[in-house]
């Protein structure tokens, strides 16, 4: 029965453990090959980011947002796609209250914002440490303070934030979302131009 | 749209893609258990293996089969983890630690996939692929043929015999699990999972930073994870993970196939039994519960409490933006009630009375509708149980799809519902008078008893899903939860076997006016009653303590 077992276990293994995996990787290296290998972005023939992966936009270096930039969600790892997960702190948390309100000064004070104004998304960390987006309402806030950092009008950026704005799934499957790497890519170009 | 009009909306997806499907998915199982052909690839495998797929198992050699090839798949595991650095696309990963190898080899054997590990700083390609996918494949394959062994204990008469192990799953795998996984794979990738064996990328950002990119075969694993009802995350993120879940429809599809075979294996059963009418009360006592902790979770998320929630004016904590709080919820009941544990959110960060609903419909002993086989067997189980107490009522000798439950049927049965809580709660009041629990606890409090409570309750029903803050990689916690899942996977196992043999033996009696009609929606009421009083009156002390004390705090 051991060695029956064993020899079904290894024929298993070659059926769902090799053949399968490697049949999945085939279809999908050659149907949807950028998608398989991560959606990666471009700019300038160089590649810049995963359109699924968050990134920290701070000033190089330092630990400070960088005004000319759409900020993404608060990340306690600092988007390092090697240590995701989340806070793991409860609701009610003193930590977590603490980091909450630190977050929604820091944001209002940052964006020149009354903190009332100041949406869920911006002061809570995401489930991932990366998440790629944020909500349309929290581009919104900062499209002021941008369009500043930049040289540009906030017209022109709100137009942007509208452009970059996607819809739930569908039409009604998940949340609407913007997603900040995209966004500031098309910002780079923007301001490039003007 | 708003939000929860748009939530309204995916439940109802959800719900509507399920009735569509169950019907040909559970016919079709039923058709592959009760085959008497055998597919080319299938003979070659029986016959390298040699094993005679047509000869009959009683149920001691049906159980012999389930716990010996169970009991090489750890040790097989084991050592793939103990020597990875040695293979080819190591990623320079070292080997695993000795009790941490134990603890994820015990956990991927028994269908939990708890993760003590964090996947993408931990696991290499080969030991993704071929040690941890295998078992999703496989395990879910040994819930399923040993829930068909219990089903044919009731479909057959004065006979001991219970079909044979290894054709059930071969079957299963071949037939049910590599095809839906290679559909739904696919699919995943096209809406932006990743697939790949290449190596971890670095790509300089915009603002001049450095950023690393996981690669990794995800969306293979992804799609068995979820069909298998497995639930361990190629990521430490798991389904949260963009690789691994990219948008709202993925999260949707995702929840769907975490449900289908679950929900289309009370199908199967009516079928077997020659009266579909008694599957559909057994899905009518999974949906009801099922659609209760929906509701409920989804209602406290939107409503918020919790001091920092309130502050941030909404429970976005541990939730992603691309879900919200409604698709959030939606997969945490899910999850946790089909023993998947895969999250997309994390549990940690609900409002505690939320976490008292998750944990609650693990401690229903996932049966709603449960993982793949396991959740058919515990709810047929409960079956019994409510057609036991039915009988005391009226002071007949019950019977259930025409057996007798005797005192031998209703020893096993009684056997059966106290395993899990007997592990979880010795197992969590250990860990606290020892101290073990309080030094793994991030939060405070009660909320911090709830981690623990959390963590041997989903070991114990083989969930899989943690409140994570809850530090598990501890040569303590990853010895005494590997050994919760063990326990938890395969002494429930020798019962039903046992069980569904005696069952089997039987002589039909033939039904009578006193009859209790358990084709009825009467029955399903009786099962969800006699379900939610069991229990609520075994782990009442334990949630007051944890979640309730937090929530009413």
Same mark, same amino acid.
């Given at each position: ?37 991560? $959606?990666?972005?471009?700019? =300038? ?28 969600? #608060? ?7 090697? &240590? ?75 137009? *942007? ?27 780079? /170009? ?5 | ?18 009735? *569509? ?6 016919? +079709? ?16 495998? +029986? ?40 293979? #080819? ?30 996947? /993408? ?100 694993? /992804?799609?068995?994870? =979820? ?38 294996? #009370? ?60 698709? %959030? ?15 997309? %959110? ?51 000798? #019950? ?40 030094? $793994?606890?991030?939060?405070?409090? &009660? ?6 409570? +959390? ?12 409140? &994570? ?49 358990? /084709? ?34």
């Amino acid at each position: 029965m051991v060695w029956a077992s064993l020899r079904m276990l290894l024929l298993l293994t070659v059926v769902t453990g090799i053949a399968y995996p490697l049949l999945v990787t085939g279809i999908g290296q050659a149907l949807f090959h950028d998608k398989a290998n991560g $959606s990666m972005v471009e700019v =300038d023939g160089k590649e810049v980011g995963s359109k699924l992966i968050g990134q920290s936009w701070n000033i190089k270096g330092t630990d400070k947002p960088d005004p000319k930039w759409f900020q993404g969600r #608060p990340s306690h790892s600092g988007y390092d796609p090697l &240590a995701t997960g989340s806070s793991q702190l409860g609701a009610s948390d003193p930590t977590l209250v603490e980091n909450v309100r630190a977050a929604k000064k820091q944001v209002a004070e940052f964006n020149g914002v009354p903190e009332s104004e100041v949406p869920k998304d911006a002061v809570t960390g995401s489930a991932s440490a990366i998440d790629p987006h944020i909500s349309p309402e929290y581009a919104d806030v900062q499209v002021e303070r941008v369009a500043e950092n930049n040289g540009l009008t906030v017209a022109q950026v709100q137009k *942007l934030v509208d452009e970059h704005t996607d819809g739930r799934t569908l039409g009604f499957m998940g949340e609407r979302h913007v997603n900040v790497l995209e966004l500031n890519i098309a910002l780079k /170009e923007l301001a490039a131009k003007s | 749209m708003s939000s929860v009009l748009a939530d309204v909306l995916v439940v109802t997806a959800l719900i509507g893609a399920l009735a *569509l499907v169950h019907r040909p998915l559970g016919d +079709y199982m039923a058709a592959v258990f009760q085959s008497e052909k055998h597919l080319r690839a299938e003979k070659w495998i +029986y016959r390298s293996v040699g094993a005679n797929p047509d000869a009959e198992m009683r149920w001691p050699a049906y159980l012999r089969g389930v716990l010996v090839f169970s009991a090489v798949s750890v040790l097989f595991l084991y050592l793939l983890q103990r020597i990875q650095g040695k293979f #080819p696309l190591s990623l320079g990963f070292k080997p695993i630690t000795p009790d941490q190898a134990f603890n994820t080899a015990a956990s991927f054997v028994s269908n939990t996939n708890w993760q003590s590990y964090s996947g /993408e700083v931990a696991m290499s390609h080969v030991t993704q692929t071929m040690g941890l996918a295998v078992q999703n494949f496989v395990s879910a394959a040994v819930g399923i043929a040993v829930a068909v062994a219990l089903v044919r204990g009731f479909a057959r008469s004065r006979t001991g015999d219970l079909g044979n192990f290894w054709a059930d799953l071969v079957r299963c795998v071949i037939r049910i699990l590599v095809p839906i996984s290679v559909v739904a794979a696919v699919i995943l990738i096209a809406c932006g999972a990743v697939q790949n064996f290449g190596d971890i990328h670095t790509i300089t950002t915009l603002t001049g930073d450095k950023q690393a990119i996981s690669p990794g075969a995800v969306a293979s694993q /992804e799609a068995i994870k =979820d069909v298998g009802t497995n639930g361990g995350g190629f990521f430490n993120a798991n389904s949260a993970h963009p690789f691994e879940n990219p948008n709202g429809f993925t999260n949707w599809l995702e929840i769907f196939l975490l449900l289908v075979i679950p929900f289309s294996l #009370p199908r199967t059963f009516g079928r077997m039994v020659g009266n579909v009418k008694q599957g559909y009360a057994i899905v009518g006592a999974m949906a009801t519960i099922w659609f209760l902790g929906v509701i409920a979770v989804t209602w406290i998320e939107y409503a918020h409490p919790g001091t920092a929630s309130q502050l941030a004016g909404g429970a976005m904590e541990g939730k992603e933006q691309r879900f919200g709080e409604g698709n %959030s919820s939606l997969f945490a009941v899910s999850t946790t009630m089909t023993s998947t544990g895969s999250v997309n %959110s994390f549990h940690d960060s609900f409002s505690g009375l939320s976490g008292g609903v998750l944990l609650l419909g693990m401690m229903l002993g996932e049966i709603a509708p449960g993982g793949v086989g396991s959740g058919l067997y515990g709810m047929l189980i409960m079956a019994i149980i409510a057609v036991f107490i039915a009988g005391l009522m009226v002071g007949r000798t #019950p019977e259930y799809l025409g057996k007798k439950i005797g005192t031998r049927e209703i020893k096993l049965a009684a056997c059966y519902i106290l395993i899990t809580p007997t592990l979880m709660l010795i197992g969590t009041a250990l860990a606290m008078a020892l101290g073990k629990g309080e030094s $793994s606890m991030t939060n405070i409090g &009660a909320h911090g008893f709830s981690e623990v409570l +959390y963590a041997y309750t989903s070991a114990s029903n083989n969930n899989g899903s943690a409140f &994570a803050g809850f530090a598990a990689n501890t040569e303590y916690h990853n010895t005494m939860l590997g050994l919760c899942m063990v326990l938890g996977r395969f002494l429930p196992m020798v019962f039903v076997l046992a069980l569904a043999g005696s069952l089997a033996e039987q002589k039909p009696v033939p039904p009578t006016a006193g009859t209790l009609r358990t /084709e009825k929606p009467l029955f399903t009421g009786l099962l969800v009653g006699a379900i939610l009083i069991i229990t609520g009156l075994t782990f009442f002390p334990a949630l007051a303590l944890g979640p309730l004390a937090e929530g009413l705090a």
